[in-house]
């Protein structure tokens, strides 16, 4: 699988994504909508330091969205972090973007926050090597209400131990996603691999990263 730059074109993606049952109630009150998410995009595109991915397999068949930005120096927050669960996308999407905070971006640490309520989130964060270091009272609104954040650190000194450790898991999750991906081409399913023009690998927008394939 891989990472590449959000497009506009993936707007009505991420709010499917985003309304996900499983996903309502866990994330901000923002872009809810095509017009909102693409207004959102447009302004993001102009944002240095921010980068925000779709993590799709080989075939092109968006699974999720995360995201490396509000960057302090050589810190940065992991977030933006929404899989479609059926595809078991999650580690291998989080080695990937980990992958480049640490390895391509240069980064000494990853910071990430999810909501209090939200314990299958911590412990996916956990086991991708973050520790947890506090919580933030009434940081983001849900649903127009205030929600704790808890906050993670994952530090650069201890992602090369880390990796070693989530390597495995993420290999076994990578040949998951293929077999779902056949399964997808098979079937007319929400969201199947759309054309697109040009070489994937050439793809960038404005000051994005280019597209970065999932290598163990």
């Known amino acids: 699988m891989r990472l590449r730059p959000v497009e506009l074109a993936d707007a009505a993606f991420i709010v499917w994504l985003r309304n996900l049952d499983f996903v309502k109630g866990r994330i901000g009150d ?3 909508d095509l017009a909102g998410q693409e207004t959102w995009l447009e302004a993001w595109f102009e944002r240095e330091g921010d980068y925000y991915f779709i993590a799709e397999s080989l075939g092109g068949i968006p699974l999720g969205t995360i995201g490396i930005y509000d960057m302090l120096g050589t810190s940065a927050e992991q977030g933006r972090f929404i899989m479609r669960p059926e595809a078991l996308a999650a580690v291998p999407s989080a080695l990937l973007s980990q992958d480049l905070a640490f390895g391509v971006f240069g980064l000494t640490e990853l910071r990430a926050s999810s909501v209090s309520t939200n314990v299958a989130v911590h412990s996916l964060t956990r086991k991708c090597g ?11 609104t849900i649903g127009g209400q205030p929600v704790d954040l808890v906050r993670f650190l994952l530090k650069g000194e201890d992602w090369p131990a880390v990796r070693a450790r989530l390597a495995p898991l993420a290999r076994v999750a990578e040949a998951q996603v293929l077999e779902w991906e056949k399964t997808q081409q098979r079937a ?24 970065y394939t999932f290598v163990l």
């Open 188 to 211: 007319n399913q929400p969201w199947v691999a759309v054309e697109r023009p040009g070489p994937v690998s050439a793809r960038t927008e404005g000051n994005r990263s280019p597209l």
């Open 30 to 32: 923002s872009a809810t």
């Open 130 to 140: 973050f520790k947890q270091v506090g919580t933030l009272r009434a940081a983001q």
